[in-house]
């Protein structure tokens, strides 16, 4: 490891002094002129991963939802998944060295994490639509190169589809090919053999609309469209040929407005859906005869998935355990669906989908979504052996569940929710069970609910535990939320420190529109009028209950 040459190729990725940014729950973020010498030093972290782990680990250059003018980084760890969390310690004592101490910080790492310098690496990368993100990624590969790493630039794809090929790398093509012709192949053809079983598809009328935020789905949906045509028809809005990306448009502003977004032309009971900026968020909507907006979001999503693998389970006879994940966002109705109707246990974890990810390994099979609707199902390696076992040897109805739930095992990203993977596999659900969007709104329905950010001096004073739903700090903050949401129906609140931008969040759900209003606003003035002594925002940062509402 030279790191002189180190320092020397540093000087054209030169970081502002003083400048401080943190590997958050998303990897890096912020304005893309900020990012080049983090770019590049994710690129020598790459490295010492990949030489630790003795896999391939991957770069992925990409803002997500954020607007147009952001962009970040996130690396993947060998099976696809989020980085360890001492590795994001790594990273941001890493992006925040000053120019001199990048050699000691980058030995230090070595040196905590016993990497063998001797040991090849090998770097994948990938990249969304941005106008930064070329030449970031060029960066990036800067910074592997420097530091003797081999890599591969996979150009464009979405971020699920790099979680894919570093998976499929790592796992010697057990789990795939890792290129995206074999992605497309695998997903496609699982989901071609599931349609060829439902009663009402094969005459090509199946059709759904689109709206890919002006992103990289588009493009990585015109590219796989042919290998799918058979069982889907898709027809792409906000394509990317005018509009910005994510602007009015996109999952994650269709789920915040809960309005249907720009450039998209609606029906009524059109099925339509959205994916975010980097393809791996989907949610469903549609519009009723009288005009009114349905959202389908994360939890209806789980929800249909995980009642249908159940069923699945039944017809094979297969006594299996199946869990679904779900955060603190997830509405009260579909926890209570889930556990009460469908019998199925839920367990609520810290919001990122690291965490999800982690908890629904633990089940043979685990669904996991966060509300906004990014999740996938995870199946154990024994179950997927075992289920793909009974599918050649078992026959009639039971060989027949036994087969479709083998497509399903291929045609979900067991390494990251994929917006493009969800999309087959609702569509193929809905198929098979000859479900309308209206059907599978009406399975249960949501509580109102709501969410606020609120801008305050330091979001750091609210520490939160049991999942987030309850806050430690400061002081009486539980208490007073606790005093206002049991006045309401079946009403729910909790406040948290965002982990991705500088806000607090405020959700709030209730039995109705009114309770709701009064629960939300209450508790997300807390600071500005409560009692000063429990005050989360301290009376000097005051803000009139107005603003709280008017953020989102
Ligand atoms: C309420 C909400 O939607 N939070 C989002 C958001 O996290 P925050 O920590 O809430 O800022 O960004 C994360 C990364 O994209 C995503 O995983 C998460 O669901
Ligand atoms: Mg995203």
């Given at each position: ?30 304005n ?32 997500s ?37 990048l ?72 789990y ?27 005459d ?6 689109v ?5 990289i ?116 109705s ?87 993977s969800?999309m ?6 809905l ?14 329905a ?8 609120v ?10 535990t ?18 206002l ?55 000097h940062?005051?803000f ?9």
């Amino acid at each position: 490891m030279d790191l002189e040459a180190v320092s020397k190729r540093s000087a054209f990725h030169a970081k502002p002094q003083g400048l401080i940014l943190q590997y958050g729950t998303a990897g890096f973020r912020t304005n893309a002129q900020h990012l080049d010498h983090i770019m590049f030093r994710m690129g020598l972290l790459a490295v010492l991963r990949s030489k630790q782990t003795r896999s391939t680990i991957g770069v992925m250059v990409t803002a997500s939802h954020n607007p147009e003018e952001d962009n970040g980084v996130k690396l993947v760890d060998p099976l696809g998944e989020m980085l360890a969390p001492s590795w994001e310690e790594h990273a941001t004592r890493l992006a925040s060295a000053e120019e001199q101490d990048l050699p000691k910080v980058l030995a230090a790492i070595v040196e905590r994490e016993a990497v063998d310098p001797q040991q090849t690496a090998f770097i994948v990368v990938g990249r969304d639509t941005r106008p930064s993100s070329e030449k970031l990624s060029q960066s990036v590969i800067d910074g592997v190169t420097v530091l003797g790493g081999q890599f591969h630039d996979y150009g464009l794809l979405t971020t699920p589809q790099l979680h894919y090929m570093v998976y499929c790398r790592n796992s010697e093509g057990r789990y795939g090919q890792a290129t995206i012709e074999g992605y497309c192949q695998k997903l496609s053809r699982a989901f071609v053999e599931l349609m060829k079983q439902a009663s009402c598809s094969g005459d090509g009328s199946r059709w759904v609309k689109v709206d890919c935020a002006n992103g990289i789905g588009a493009l990585k949906l015109k590219e796989m469209e042919h290998y799918f045509r058979q069982g889907l028809s898709v027809l792409l809005f906000n394509d990317g040929t005018e509009g910005r990306l994510n602007h009015l448009c996109g999952a994650d502003f269709v789920k915040s407005q809960q309005k249907p977004p720009q450039g998209m032309a609606m029906k009524p009971g059109d099925r339509c859906c959205s994916f975010d900026g980097d393809a791996d968020r989907i949610v469903y909507y549609y519009c009723d005869a009288a005009g009114r907006f349905h959202l389908i979001d994360g939890d209806k999503i789980a929800t249909l998935i995980s009642s249908f693998l159940k069923e699945l389970l039944l017809e094979i006879g297969e006594n299996l355990n199946i869990g679904v994940v779900q955060t603190a966002y997830a509405n009260g109705s579909s926890t209570r669906y889930l556990e009460e109707v469908m019998k199925v246990p839920v367990y609520c974890t810290k919001t990122g989908v690291k965490h999800l990810h982690h908890k629904a390994q633990e089940f043979d099979i685990g669904v996991y979504f966060e509300a906004n609707g990014h999740g996938t199902a995870l199946f154990s390696e024994a179950v997927e052996a075992r289920i793909k076992r009974l599918a050649q040897e078992l026959e009639d109805e039971k060989g027949r569940a036994a087969r479709m739930l083998a497509s399903f095992i291929d045609l979900f990203n067991q390494a990251a929710g994929d917006a493009i993977s969800d999309m087959l596999v609702i569509e193929a659900i809905l198929a098979l069970k000859g479900l309308s969007v209206q059907q599978w709104d009406a399975i249960y329905a949501d509580l109102p609910n709501r969410q606020l950010k609120v801008k305050v001096a330091d979001r750091r004073v609210i520490s939160t535990t049991d999942a987030e739903r309850q806050a430690v700090t400061p002081p009486g903050l539980q208490e007073a939320i606790n005093d206002l949401v049991k006045k309401y129906k079946l009403a729910r609140a909790f406040v948290r420190p965002s982990g991705t931008e500088d806000v607090v969040r405020v959700y709030a759900e209730a039995t109705s529109q009114v309770s709701w209003d009064q629960s939300t606003d209450r508790v997300g003035n807390q600071g500005t009028q409560g009692r000063s002594k429990h005050s989360v925002f301290g009376s000097h940062h005051g803000f009139p209950l107005t603003s709280v509402n008017t953020v989102l």
